[in-house]
């Protein structure tokens, strides 16, 4: 029959959005009633859960079983020791552990610069370090080293450290003079 309006029941955007209705009202009536139903108490969270890994433990001594079933020799791993998978062990410390870590070799922390008239590249005039003493500075902002011998004297300088212009330019830009350096030694 042309020109008859098709029901609103044939109309397939008229069931996609009935479906959206039913299915929003579904979600909203069971998604909070799922949280409501699967909230534990306080004490649960507070508790945490420790899990052995490696030998087990007998509940009348607190000492760990051996293993029913040897691991074989030959094995490489070997056995995996007691761990806690918590972060927590049964003893703590109040005490934190004690890493050693290696001595940093002597260095200061400033700034560098250039003169012409230090004529050996490998020739540097450095602050508060010994004379003769072979020094390496490296600059701060793009980790570029060079390596001087602090032989340089006279009147004290306006910066840490006085390089050879052509050594100040492996590290840095003359343009860019004084930059910041660690001097090592």
Do not use: H
Not at 78 to 88: F, N, Q, R
Not at 147 to 170: H, K, Q, S, Y
């Amino acid at each position: 029959m042309p020109g008859r309006l098709a029901s609103p029941i044939m109309n397939p955007d008229y069931a996609q959005r009935r479906r959206v209705a039913i299915a929003a009202a579904i979600t909203v009536i069971l998604v909070p009633a799922a949280f409501l139903l699967n909230r534990g108490s306080d004490d649960e969270a507070a508790t945490p859960t420790v899990t052995f890994v490696g030998a087990t433990v007998v509940a009348d001594d607190r000492t760990p079983e051996a293993p029913a079933t040897e691991p074989p020799r030959d094995d490489p791993m070997g056995t995996a020791p007691v761990a806690y998978l918590d972060g927590t062990s049964p003893a703590q410390d109040s005490d934190p552990a004690t890493i050693a870590i290696p001595r940093p070799p002597d260095g200061i922390t400033g700034t560098a610069s250039f003169r012409r008239s230090i004529t050996a590249t490998t020739a540097c005039q450095v602050k508060g370090v010994p004379f003769n003493t072979a020094v390496t500075v490296t600059n701060l902002d793009n980790s570029r080293s060079v390596r001087c011998i602090a032989n340089v004297g006279g009147t004290e300088p306006d910066v840490d450290v006085v390089l050879n212009a052509d050594a100040f330019l492996l590290i840095a830009d003359l343009t860019d003079a004084p930059v910041p350096v660690t001097i090592t030694w």
